[in-house]
């Protein structure tokens, strides 16, 4: 960099010096100052960096630095990174590395709250927690922001561009508290569901963090040190984050080092970078080989760490041990008290963040709508129109559906009712999201017809009707969806009810009873359907025993079919005679003149073994639908010794099944 910018930089420095009062403005023009730095001169900016720190380690006798730091690395190790410990010892002389003034002090604090932030009263403040399902536990903890737009005091314009191209357009609700904690420069324990985005969470505070300390100590991170630290368990998750804070730091260029197995480039680190993602394993052979001195981190993250912690607890202490760095631990569980004793410990002065949706259901205007004849859509469809031709004045609807077709042909429906109607879903383009729903804030909209992913965004609207078209498969999603109407106090929910709901409407019946809140008629119904449910309410045993014995169940239904498809696919095998010695088991009895399945029978069993009557496909992690029959492994399909289906069983069998349906 020029003398003209060594200067700037130079009175930027002695700006910030100065009187707290005053640093708003300088703290927000040095930072854009500092961007257009980096975007123009960074790798001269590096170059000259490193050479003045080269000089000041051959001249350490000489002159007065600020802050030394003790480098266990010899000379010998310098010229010959091949020599081995045992020599490295024998022959070690301390180095010295200029370092700035606060890296002995925690980070400061670059937080300033936004006027609308801090308007909150603290009833607001309460409601809007709750709404976005974030419990906190702490002193002095900062509100919760509603945009990234309250904090531009705090972020670089330059960050801030980056976020927006890359979709971060509003902020997750456990960001909504998580940064402006980490912007105080506080220790912090992160809990929450994985994908709820605290990844991101931690790392725009880390990089304005970096920003600050290379804008004051006028230099990088020195030879062997890492300005901040994140540990992941595995490789993939390294670089996972590895991506998102490049994608981040593309217009600032700031250097990023990843350590794992099969990138394992030590010289990233021995020459020094600001961030630094490693694995436990590779973090220790760092430390053995004297490669890294965590004594220069100002900020250490701890990705997944009830795992880490039982995997690696020695790494791990050494990180939480750091007596000034901010350490952030992540963790996609909910920790234990006892657990969270001790890790305060560690973290003094920590803010715990935990983002749980709690299944709650007081306090809400539920209406349920019996559909249960088929065809359930028309029925729905039907009931939505009459629905809309009753509404006279001004109103907000949001409209949920599970499939993208049929959040389209709903709109498309209701075009011919209102023209105030637009759709979301995850395949609209990111632009037309934004533009959408900054309609739909403003008014220009009246109904939202939309999928899950309008949950992701916690700037929404005071919404007054909220109708749930298609009932999801898990219940809190269910919960997700009727916490949008929590946003106005006389909102009303409308709940759809098709015969194939029963898993989630018993569920809602379990959580009803629960709470003490009375049993809607139409929801038993339908919710008497499922086995788990109707053998609690008649054996009066526990529900939740219940839904892990079903689960079980499905489990060994899934393993059952697998084994037999894939038999089916292989073809049978005669096996050996020492494999047949005492065995009863059917594999080692089936005669090797027996053909295997029709195609037309893989496919009958594999509709049955399904058990959807809606035709609707089920992944593994879905509820399964039960009968009386449900805890027993479905008969596989009769077959002839030409390979013809038996037509009369499967007569019988479906005869069976629509008497016990009857019966029902």
């Known amino acids: 960099?020029?003398?003209?910018?060594?200067?700037?930089?130079?009175?930027?420095?002695?700006?910030l010096d100065g009187d707290d009062a005053a640093t708003l403005d300088a703290f927000l023009k040095a930072l854009g100052e500092v961007e257009t730095d980096f975007n123009g001169n960074h790798e001269e900016f590096v170059a000259n960096t490193g050479a003045t720190i080269g000089s000041e380690q051959e001249s350490q006798t000489d002159c007065n630095t600020q802050c030394k730091t003790p480098d266990p690395i010899s000379q010998n190790h310098l010229n010959d990174e091949t020599k081995s410990n045992h020599n490295l010892e024998d022959g070690a002389t301390n180095m010295s590395l200029t370092v700035p003034d606060k890296e002995r002090e925690s980070l400061p604090n670059i937080y300033r709250v936004d006027e609308a932030v801090d308007a909150l009263s603290l009833q607001e403040v309460v409601r809007l927690k709750k709404r976005l399902g974030i419990e906190t536990t702490g002193m002095r903890v900062p509100k919760p922001i509603g945009s990234f737009l309250h904090m531009s005091s705090s972020i670089t314009p330059g960050l801030q561009r980056r976020m927006q191209h890359m979709g971060y357009t509003e902020?997750?609700?456990?960001?909504?508290?998580?940064?402006?904690?980490?912007?105080?420069?506080?220790?912090?324990?992160?809990?929450?569901?994985?994908?709820?985005?605290?990844?991101l969470a931690y790392l725009v505070p880390l990089i304005c963090h970096i920003l600050s300390l290379i804008r004051e100590s006028r230099?990088?991170?020195?030879?062997?040190?890492?300005?901040?630290?994140?540990?992941?368990?595995?490789?993939?998750?390294s670089h996972q984050i590895c991506l998102i804070l490049s994608k981040l730091l593309k217009s600032l260029g700031m250097r990023v080092a990843t350590i794992t197995t099969g990138y394992d480039n030590y010289n990233q680190v021995i020459s020094g970078t600001e961030f630094l993602i490693v694995t436990p394993a590779k973090l220790r052979d760092l430390l053995n080989q004297n490669c890294l001195t965590v004594d220069a981190a100002r900020f250490v993250v701890l990705e997944d760490f009830p795992k880490i912690y039982q995997k690696h607890p020695d790494e791990v202490e050494t990180l939480l041990n750091h007596q000034t760095a901010t350490k952030v631990v992540v963790s996609n569980v909910i920790l234990g008290a006892e657990t969270l004793n001790v890790m305060r410990q560690y973290l003094k002065a920590s803010v715990t963040v935990k983002y749980l949706v709690v299944p709650s259901l007081s306090g809400l205007t539920l209406k349920w709508i019996s559909c249960l004849k088929e065809p359930s859509r028309v029925q729905k469809t039907t009931f939505l129109g009459d629905l809309l031709s009753h509404f006279h004045q001004a109103f907000r609807m949001v409209i949920f559906a599970n499939e993208r077709a049929t959040v389209e042909n709903l709109c498309q429906f209701i075009t011919h009712i209102t023209e105030s109607v637009a759709f979301l879903h995850e395949e609209v383009v990111r632009d037309v999201v934004a533009a959408t729903l900054e309609q739909f804030r403003t008014g220009g909209l009246r109904i939202l017809v939309t999928t899950d992913m309008l949950l992701k965004h916690v700037t929404l609207p005071s919404i007054d009707y909220v109708v749930i078209f298609d009932m999801p498969r898990n219940?809190?999603?269910?919960c997700g969806r009727v916490t949008v109407a929590r946003t106005h106090e006389k909102a009303v929910v409308y709940s759809l009810l098709a015969k194939y709901d029963h898993v989630v409407c018993a569920h809602i019946c379990h959580?009803?009873?629960?709470?003490?809140?009375?049993?809607?008629?139409?929801?038993?119904?339908?919710?008497?359907?499922?086995?788990?449910?109707?053998?609690?309410?008649?054996n009066r045993r526990d529900f939740g025993t219940l839904i892990k014995e079903h689960k079980e169940v499905e489990v060994a239904m899934r393993v059952a079919t697998a084994i037999a498809k894939g038999a089916d696919d292989t073809g049978p095998t005669s096996a050996s005679p020492s494999e047949c010695v005492g065995a009863t088991s059917p594999q080692c009895t089936v005669s090797t003149s027996q053909p295997p399945l029709t195609h037309a029978a893989a496919q009958s069993t594999d509709c049955n073994s399904s058990g959807a009557p809606s035709g609707r496909k089920y992944g593994v992690e879905d509820d399964l639908s039960s009968d009386d029959d449900a805890d027993v492994v479905p008969k596989r399909q009769l077959v002839k010794p030409a390979g013809l289906i038996d037509l009369e069983k499967v007569k019988q069998r479906r005869t069976k099944?629509?008497?016990?349906?009857?019966?029902?």
């Open 219 to 237: 230099a990088v991170a020195p030879r062997r040190c890492a300005f901040g630290v994140i540990m992941a368990l595995t490789r993939e998750t």
């Open 1 to 15: 960099m020029n003398d003209d910018a060594d200067d700037t930089v130079q009175g930027r420095g002695e700006a």
């Open 171 to 199: 902020p997750t609700p456990i960001q909504c508290q998580a940064m402006p904690v980490l912007l105080q420069g506080r220790n912090a324990i992160l809990m929450g569901e994985s994908g709820c985005g605290k990844t």
């Open 511 to 538: 959580q009803l009873t629960e709470e003490g809140l009375p049993l809607p008629r139409v929801v038993e119904q339908v919710a008497l359907n499922w086995k788990p449910y109707r053998d609690s309410r008649q």
């Open 475 to 478: 219940f809190s999603r269910f």
């Open 657 to 664: 099944m629509m008497e016990n349906n009857y019966n029902l």
